[in-house]
């Protein structure tokens, strides 16, 4: 009995005396844990700041960026052709030719003395014009997508179509890059993503009989949602890097549809109908590349140069299809995705 009892004060005695170291720790520490802390209060290896920091008063930035992108839409197909002995000649759908085109990209930031975060706003501009002309092949029937001949594809001669699509787009959002070890940087964000997205869609199909039928079709689009996102940097040393970066929107959006739809072998306008509809979309966007920079003029500049492949992917953009096949053909489908990718070479100046 006296063993038990010596053994209880003991486990006691433990008890109490990691209570009261615990108690002390906590008591040194003279910030909220979880909350915001003064640079004071905290090791300065914990998340130090990793922005570019140069001498000059402004504490400001820009960026300009040249892009050479690709746009690929779904559903845009034009025709394909059939042959009469299928199992010996294959025949060919006919896609709309998705050319790579130049656009730009232009920015302005801030250094905030607040915890160094940074404010940043950018503006995208690709706009681009595709053409595709499709010619009869030998021996062989060509049927328009986008012409009904009585409840069948119109047969052709030949077909030719534009499209045009036109991209506005402005983020603005808050950053803190800071190091994750000596050799990781990253620089989560957080904003917002406003813009435009236009598209104008005409097809002329000359039928048989060498006449002319035309269909157009033109969408409107705004758009304004949040975005987020992580850029993260590998370095290299001698100031080169190696970058990915990854960022997500969720934004509405409201398009406006119009279809003009021409009766056969005439001028008659047969359908003019316009559809208005607003839905939430995600976008996800995507990029790898390398870069290099250097402080120069006694740390007062900082010149960054990079080059990055980038991929954009937009859900339900294609609304042109499904305003046709819903008035021409009493069809419901679904609108196809946008696909943006291509180089973005970029240069930054901190002054």
Not at 136 to 154: E, I, M, Q
Not at 161 to 181: A, I, K, Q, V
Not at 205 to 230: E, F, H
Request: proline content about 3%; some cysteine; overall charge negative.
């Amino acid at each position: 009995m006296k063993n038990l009892s010596k053994k209880l004060l003991l486990v006691a005695g433990l008890l109490a005396s990691v209570s009261l170291f615990a108690t002390d720790m906590q008591q040194e520490k003279d910030y909220d844990q979880g909350h915001g802390v003064q640079e004071h209060q905290m090791m300065g290896a914990f998340s130090a700041p990793a922005r570019f920091d140069v001498k000059g008063s402004l504490d400001l930035f820009i960026t300009a960026s040249y892009l050479y992108w690709q746009p690929i839409q779904e559903s845009m197909s034009l025709a394909y052709d059939q042959y009469p002995a299928p199992t010996t000649t294959r025949g060919k759908v006919y896609d709309m030719d998705f050319d790579f085109k130049s656009g730009f990209k232009v920015g302005m930031g801030i250094n905030l003395s607040y915890d160094n975060w940074n404010l940043y706003l950018e503006y995208l501009r690709l706009h681009s014009t595709h053409k595709e002309g499709i010619n009869l092949p030998t021996n062989a029937t060509l049927n328009c997508f986008w012409r009904d001949d009585s409840g069948s594809l119109l047969t052709c001669n030949s077909i030719s179509s534009s499209w045009e699509f036109d991209t506005d787009l402005l983020d603005f959002y808050m950053t803190r890059p800071y190091y994750l070890g000596t050799k990781l940087t990253l620089k989560p964000f957080a904003g917002l993503r406003g813009g435009w997205i236009d598209q104008k869609l005409n097809v002329r199909a000359i039928d048989t009989s060498d006449y002319p039928n035309r269909t157009w079709i033109d969408s409107d689009s705004w758009l304004v949602g949040p975005r987020g996102g992580v850029d993260c940097f590998w370095h290299l040393g001698e100031g080169f890097r190696v970058f990915t970066n990854i960022a997500a929107s969720l934004f509405y959006q409201h398009f406006k549809t119009t279809l003009k739809y021409y009766t056969i072998n005439t001028n008659t306008l047969d359908y003019y109908q316009r559809e208005k509809i607003g839905r939430v979309v995600p976008n996800i966007d995507l990029a790898l590349g390398l870069a290099w920079g250097t402080y120069f003029a006694d740390n007062d500049w900082h010149i960054d140069l990079s080059a990055g492949y980038e991929f954009h992917h937009f859900w339900n953009q294609n609304t042109l299809r499904p305003v046709y096949e819903a008035i021409v053909n009493g069809i419901i489908v679904s609108p196809g995705d946008l696909m943006l990718q291509g180089l973005t070479v970029t240069a930054r100046l901190d002054f």
